[in-house]
C-alpha cells in the first residue's frame, strides 16, 4: 500500500478541505478491496485457484476481514486527527505571530490596550482573592457544610426586639447537650486573653473548649492526643492543654517530646497532652492554645444567667437544616421552663442555628467586600469598553486592508478568527502585566488592619480574615480566564464590523465627506463611549457618597481630646493581687507614671471612648416598683480613676469629679454622663439621685449616689452619645485596666520609658496593646476609610477611562472629518466656532452618558443604605458634585482635538485623501 500525507501547508495552498470520518472510511475500504483484488490477481497467475487465492489474500489481513478493515480506519483517522492537529496549530502560530507583528507595529495602542486592561484586570482579580478567602473559599474542616454555629434568641417584648445571636450560659449548654438529637458533635468556645506566667511573662490570646472541640471541626493534635471526653463530665475537670503550632515553635522550639511538660496560664499548671494541627487558631481566629473549659472560674461556670460562649455543632448527615431549626425551638422552649429569666417575665427565650459559614465574617464586612467586588467589577467593564473602541478605531482603519483581503480569497471567518486571535493575545499581555497590580492589591489588602475583620456580634467567627488573602493559583486562573473571555468577547465584535464591508465599499468610504458618512463610521464608538460614561457616573456616586459620608464622619465632636495621649493595657494575673490590694496598687502606679517627664496626667479606664462599649447593664432606682425590664433601655458601664476625665478633656457639666477620698469601703458614688442624666431625669438634676447598678457591686442596699454630670463621649462614631455611668476604681476594683498618658512630648516615642516605669512598679503583670488615642480614634472610622479609599480609587480610574475614551473618539472623528473642517474653515468659520462644534459634541455624548448613569445610580447605591452615615444615596450634593466633575473631565478631553481642529490648514486639509 502506497502510504501518501497531504500536508498542511499543501491542503491551504490548494485551498483543500479536511475530510470527513465517513469519507475516510470510504478510501480506506476502497484501498482494501483494490489491495485485495491486486492480490488475487498475483496468486491466480501463478496458478492458484480463483477461490483459494481469494482465501489466501484475506488470511495475510489478519484473523477476519472486518479486524483488518477497522484496524485501518483506526489508522486513518488517526493520520487525520494528527494532520488536522497540525494544522490548527500551525494557523495559529501563523496567526499569533501575525498578531505580535501587528501590535508591535503600533507600539502606542498596544501600551494604551495593555495598561487599561492591566489596571481593570488586576484591580479586579486582588478583590477576588479578597472575596475568595472571606466568602467563597470552603472553610479548612471536614465536611465544613455540616458545621452549625448555635445561638440562643431572647424574646420580643414590648419595644425590645429580640436578638437571635445571644451566647450561651455553662448550665444552659449542659441541658442542651444532654437532650439534643440532631447532631453528632456539639462543643462550645470562648476565646480570652491570657497570661502565660512560666518562663518570660507574655500576654497571649486562648480558648477555653469543650473536650469535643477538635472532634466536632474533624481535626486531630499533630502531636500528642486530644481531650478526652470524660473531661466535660464535671466542673473542675483535668488541668490540661492543647497549644498551637505558633506557641509551640516558639516556647518549645517544636520539640515532639513536649508532652508531658507543664504550662503555667493565670499562675495555675496545665499539662500539655496535644499539639493542634498547623495553622489552626481556633474560631476565634487569634487563639495560641486550649484549655477546657471545665477549668473556667466556678462562678462562670453555676450561673444560668451568664452567658459568656458561643456553641459549634456538626449536624448528622440525614438532619437537614430545617429539622435543625425546629428541634432549636423546641429546646428554646423547655430552656425557658428549666431556667426562667426574671427580666422578661413569661416570655420564653428560644434558639437559633447557622451554618458555620455564614458566620466566618461580619455582615459589614461582607457587604463591603461585596460591594467593592462589584465596583471593581465596573471599572473592569469600563476598561473593556475602552480597549473595545480602541480596537474598533483600529479596525475601521483596516477596513481596506480587509476588504483587500477578502477580496483575493480570505474567508471571513478566516479573518475573524485572526482578528479575535490579536484581541485575545492583547488580553494576555495585560492578564500577565495585571498580576504585578494584583500582587501589590492583595499585598495591601492582606495588611489591611484586624479592626476591619474583628468580630461586631456574637454571630462572627474569627477563623478568616484579611491577612489569608494572597495571590494563589485560584486567583491566578481567575485571572487567565478572565483575559481570555475579554479578548474573546471584547475583540469579536470589533472582527465582525471590520469584515463586514466589500473592497468597492471600502474605497468609497475613503472618499467620503460627508457628515452622514461620518457619523455612520463613528456611531459604535459614541455608543460605547456613552456606556463608559455612564459606568463612571455609578461609580463616581458610589465614591461620592462615601466620600461625603467618611467626611461627615470625621466632623462630628466625639466629646473627648485625642491629641497627645497615650494608651497601654495592662492585666493583673488571677492570683497576683488580692482585690482589696487593688486599689493601693494602681495608686502607687500613676504616681510612678506621674514622675516620668514630660507626663502632665496619667489616669485609669476599662472602656475609652470609640471603643464601641465594653460592659452594659440595667440601672434600678432604690424605693421604687421595679421597672418593665422589657422596655428598659441598657446603660453603659465604665470605670474610672479620678484623673480620667482630665486626661481625656472630658469636662465636668454638674455636681463634682470622682476624688480620691471615693476609696473601698466608703460611700458608693458615680457619675453619669449627661445622655444619660436626660434620658433618666429629663426634666430634673440628676446629682443626689441614687441607682443600683448591675455590674461592679453597686447593685446592692441603697444603690449608688450619683455625685457628678460629665460631658458626653461617644462609644459609636457612626451614633449619638448614649447612657453611661462611671465607677470610681478605687470602690470597685478591676483587674484588666487601660492606663491613658497625657504628654507634652511626642507620646509615639513615650511608649519605652512608661513600659520601664510600669515595670518598676509590677515587673511580672503583661503590658500591650500599647497605642495613642488618636490611632484608637482612627480605628473607629477604619471601615469607612477602607471602603471610601477603594471606592475613591476605583472612581478615579473609571473618570480616567471615560475621558481618555471621549479624548478616543473626538481626536478620530476630528482626524476623519479634516477636510471638512477645512473647508469650514476656508468659507470663514470662526476657530471658535470650530471648537465649540468639537467640545459640543464630546459633551453631549457625556450628557447621554449621565443622564443614563444617573438613573443607574439611584438604583446601585441603594445597596450601601447600611455604609452611610447621616446621608441618603440619592444626596444631591454628592449628584451635583459628581456631574460637575464629569462634565469638566468631558470638556477638557474634547478641548483637545477640538484645539487641533481650530489649527487646521485649510489648504493642506483640501489636499487630504
Known amino acids: 500500500m502506497i502510504r501518501f500525507l497531504l500536508r498542511p501547508g499543501v491542503r491551504r495552498l490548494f485551498r483543500l478541505p479536511l475530510r470527513t470520518n465517513a469519507a475516510i472510511h470510504a478510501d480506506v475500504d476502497d484501498e482494501l478491496e483494490s489491495l485485495i483484488a491486486i492480490r488475487v490477481e498475483h496468486l491466480i497467475a501463478r496458478g492458484i485457484p480463483p477461490t483459494d487465492a481469494r482465501a489466501e489474500a484475506l488470511g495475510r489481513l489478519g484473523a477476519t476481514l472486518d479486524d483488518a ?74 465536611n465544613p457544610g455540616e458545621l452549625m454555629k448555635l445561638s440562643l434568641v431572647t424574646p420580643t417584648v414590648g419595644g425590645r426586639k429580640g436578638n437571635n445571636q445571644v451566647v450561651w450560659s455553662y448550665p444552659k449548654y449542659t441541658l442542651f447537650r444532654d437532650s439534643q438529637q440532631p447532631f453528632s458533635e456539639v462543643a462550645p468556645f470562648d476565646g480570652e486573653p491570657f497570661v502565660l506566667t512560666s518562663g518570660d511573662v507574655e500576654r497571649v490570646n486562648g480558648e477555653y473548649v469543650g473536650a469535643t472541640y477538635l472532634r466536632t471541626l474533624g481535626l486531630r493534635p499533630i ?5 478526652e471526653r470524660a473531661a466535660d463530665a464535671h466542673v473542675g475537670g483535668p488541668m ?39 495553622a489552626f487558631k481556633g474560631l476565634s481566629g487569634q487563639a495560641e492554645f486550649f484549655l477546657p473549659i471545665t477549668t473556667s472560674p466556678p462562678d462562670q461556670l453555676s450561673e444560668a444567667q451568664s452567658h459568656w460562649f458561643n456553641v459549634v455543632a456538626r449536624r448528622k448527615p440525614n438532619v437537614s437544616a430545617a429539622q435543625v431549626e425546629a428541634a432549636m425551638i423546641a429546646f428554646g422552649k423547655r430552656m425557658s421552663e428549666t431556667y426562667p429569666d426574671n427580666f422578661v417575665g413569661k416570655a420564653a427565650w428560644s434558639a437559633h442555628s447557622i451554618s458555620l459559614d455564614d458566620a466566618r465574617v461580619a455582615p459589614v464586612v461582607k457587604r463591603s467586600v461585596l460591594i467593592l467586588f462589584g465596583a471593581v467589577g465596573f471599572v473592569l467593564l469600563i476598561a473593556c469598553v475602552n480597549v473595545a473602541n480602541l480596537q474598533l478605531g483600529r479596525a475601521s482603519s483596516r477596513r481596506r486592508e480587509i476588504a483587500v483581503r477578502m477580496a483575493i480569497g480570505a474567508g471571513r471567518g478566516r479573518l475573524v478568527r485572526l482578528l479575535v486571535t490579536e484581541s485575545v493575545l492583547l488580553a494576555l499581555i495585560g492578564g500577565v502585566v495585571a498580576l504585578v497590580i494584583a500582587w501589590i492589591g ?80 463613528f456611531t459604535g464608538r459614541r455608543v460605547l463611549v456613552v456606556v463608559e460614561v455612564a459606568l463612571a457616573l455609578v461609580l463616581l456616586a458610589g465614591s461620592g457618597l462615601m466620600i461625603r459620608s467618611l467626611t461627615k464622619m470625621l466632623a462630628i465632636d466625639t466629646g473627648f481630646d485625642a491629641s497627645h495621649v497615650l494608651t497601654l493595657r495592662l492585666t493583673v494575673p488571677e492570683g497576683g493581687l488580692a482585690r482589696d490590694s487593688l486599689p493601693g ?139 453611661e455611668v462611671y465607677l470610681p476604681f478605687a470602690q470597685s476594683p478591676r483587674s484588666g485596666i487601660i492606663i491613658l498618658v497625657r504628654s507634652t512630648r511626642d507620646v509615639a516615642s513615650l511608649g519605652p520609658e512608661l513600659r520601664r516605669a510600669i515595670h518598676e512598679v509590677a515587673p511580672s503583670f503583661p503590658v500591650y496593646d500599647l497605642q495613642t488615642m488618636s490611632a484608637r480614634a482612627a480605628k473607629a472610622t477604619a471601615q469607612a476609610r477602607f471602603s471610601a479609599s477603594l471606592l475613591g480609587l476605583f472612581a478615579l480610574t473609571a473618570l480616567s477611562l471615560a475621558a481618555v475614551g471621549i479624548y478616543g473618539v473626538m481626536a478620530l472623528a476630528v482626524a476623519a472629518r479634516t477636510r471638512e473642517i477645512g473647508i469650514r474653515i476656508a468659507l470663514g468659520a470662526d476657530r471658535g466656532r470650530v471648537q465649540r462644534l468639537v467640545v459640543g459634541e464630546g459633551v453631549a455624548l457625556a450628557l447621554f452618558g449621565t443622564i443614563i448613569g444617573v438613573s443607574g445610580a439611584l438604583l446601585a447605591t441603594r445597596v450601601m443604605r447600611s455604609l452611610l452615615f447621616d446621608l441618603t444615596p440619592s444626596d444631591p450634593v454628592t449628584y451635583v458634585t459628581i456631574v460637575t466633575i464629569l462634565a ?3 470638556i477638557v478631553a474634547s478641548w483637545i482635538p477640538a484645539r487641533r481642529a481650530s489649527r487646521v490648514d485649510p489648504v493642506v486639509a483640501l489636499r487630504t485623501e
Open 69 to 142: 478493515r477497522q484496524q485501518l480506519h483506526q489508522s486513518a483517522e488517526h493520520r487525520e486527527r494528527h494532520m488536522r492537529l497540525r494544522e490548527h496549530l500551525e494557523t495559529l502560530a501563523q496567526d499569533l505571530r501575525y498578531a505580535a507583528r501587528g501590535l508591535a507595529r503600533r507600539p502606542a495602542f498596544t501600551a494604551v490596550a495593555v495598561l487599561t486592561l492591566a489596571i481593570g484586570i488586576g484591580a479586579t482579580t486582588a478583590i477576588f482573592s479578597a472575596v475568595n478567602v472571606l466568602i467563597l473559599r470552603p472553610l479548612p474542616y471536614a
Open 223 to 227: 502531636v500528642g492526643r486530644d481531650f
Open 240 to 278: 490540661e492543654v492543647i497549644i498551637g503550632t505558633s506557641l509551640w515553635e516558639r516556647r518549645f522550639n517544636a520539640d515532639p517530646n513536649v508532652i508531658g511538660r507543664v504550662l503555667a496560664v493565670d499562675r495555675k499548671s496545665y499539662t500539655i497532652v496535644g499539639v493542634a494541627p498547623r
Open 442 to 521: 492583595t499585598r495591601g489588602l492582606s495588611a489591611v488592619s484586624p479592626q476591619l475583620t474583628a468580630r461586631t456580634g456574637s454571630a462572627t467567627i474569627g477563623a478568616v480574615d484579611f491577612a489569608a488573602i494572597r495571590l494563589d493559583w485560584t486567583a491566578l486562573a481567575f485571572a487567565l480566564g478572565l483575559a481570555l473571555a475579554i479578548g474573546v468577547l471584547f475583540g469579536l465584535a470589533p472582527a465582525l464590523q471590520a469584515t463586514r464591508s466589500t473592497l468597492s465599499n471600502a474605497l468609497k468610504e475613503g472618499r467620503t465627506d460627508s457628515t452622514t458618512g461620518v457619523a455612520k463610521a
Open 585 to 723: 496598687f494602681y495608686t502607687q502606679l500613676l504616681q510612678r507614671l506621674r514622675a516620668v517627664p514630660g507626663v502632665t496626667d496619667a489616669s485609669l479606664g476599662s472602656c475609652p471612648p470609640l471603643s464601641g462599649g465594653c460592659n452594659k447593664t440595667l440601672v434600678t432606682f432604690p424605693g421604687q416598683p421595679e421597672p418593665d425590664f422589657a422596655h428598659q433601655p441598657l446603660t453603659g458601664v465604665s470605670w474610672a480613676s479620678p484623673d480620667y476625665f482630665s486626661t481625656l478633656r472630658i469636662p465636668l457639666k454638674r455636681g463634682r469629679m470622682i476624688t480620691d477620698a471615693d476609696r473601698f469601703g466608703g460611700p458608693k458614688v458615680l457619675l453619669i454622663n449627661e445622655a444619660g442624666a436626660r434620658t433618666l431625669w429629663p426634666n430634673e438634676n440628676a446629682v443626689g439621685k441614687r441607682v443600683k447598678i448591675g455590674q461592679g457591686g453597686f447593685n446592692g442596699g441603697d444603690g449608688a449616689e450619683i455625685v457628678g454630670v460629665v460631658g458626653d463621649s461617644r462609644q459609636l462614631v457612626d451614633s449619638a452619645a448614649r447612657t
Open 888 to 890: 469638566a473631565a468631558a
